[in-house]
C-alpha cells in the first residue's frame, strides 16, 4: 500500500482550490521501494476548465519523480482517456475531485486501477 504524508495531500488540495474552476496539475516524489510519497514537484503546465498539460521535456530527470497528481473542478474522481494514457507513466496517480460543496480523491496506479493509500504524518 502507497503512503502519503497527510500534510502533501492538504497542501496540494488547497493548490487546487487556489486553481478552481481550472485544473491543477503537479507530480509527486518519493521512495519507490517504501512505496512513499513525501513531495511535491513542480513544473510550468497549462491549465485549463478541463485539461492540464505539461511539456514532458521540462519533467526533470529525476528517478524519485514517481507520480502525478492533477485536480478535476468538475468532481470527478475517475480517470479521462487522456488520463489513462498519461498515468502510463507513473506508479501512482491521484486525482482530486473538486466541487463547490466536496473535495474527493481517487488514486490509481500506472493501468488505471485504483488503489487504497495510507495518510502518515
Not at 493548490?15 to 513544473?43: H, M, Q, R, T, W
Request: net charge negative; with cysteine; charged share 25%.
Amino acid at each position: 500500500m502507497w503512503k502519503i504524508k497527510k500534510n502533501l495531500i492538504e497542501d496540494v488540495i488547497q493548490s487546487a482550490k487556489n486553481y478552481y474552476p481550472k485544473e491543477f496539475l503537479c507530480f509527486l516524489s518519493g521512495d519507490k521501494e517504501a512505496k512513499e510519497i513525501n513531495e511535491i514537484v513542480l513544473i510550468p503546465t497549462l491549465n485549463g476548465d478541463d485539461y492540464s498539460s505539461v511539456n514532458t521535456y521540462n519533467i526533470p530527470i529525476d528517478n524519485t519523480i514517481l507520480g502525478s497528481l492533477h485536480s478535476h473542478p468538475n468532481g470527478s474522481t475517475f480517470p479521462s482517456t487522456a488520463d489513462k494514457k498519461f498515468f502510463k507513466r507513473y506508479l501512482i496517480n491521484v486525482i482530486i475531485g473538486l466541487d463547490t460543496n466536496n473535495t474527493i480523491i481517487n488514486v490509481f496506479d500506472d493501468k488505471s486501477n485504483k488503489l487504497d493509500i495510507e495518510l502518515i504524518d
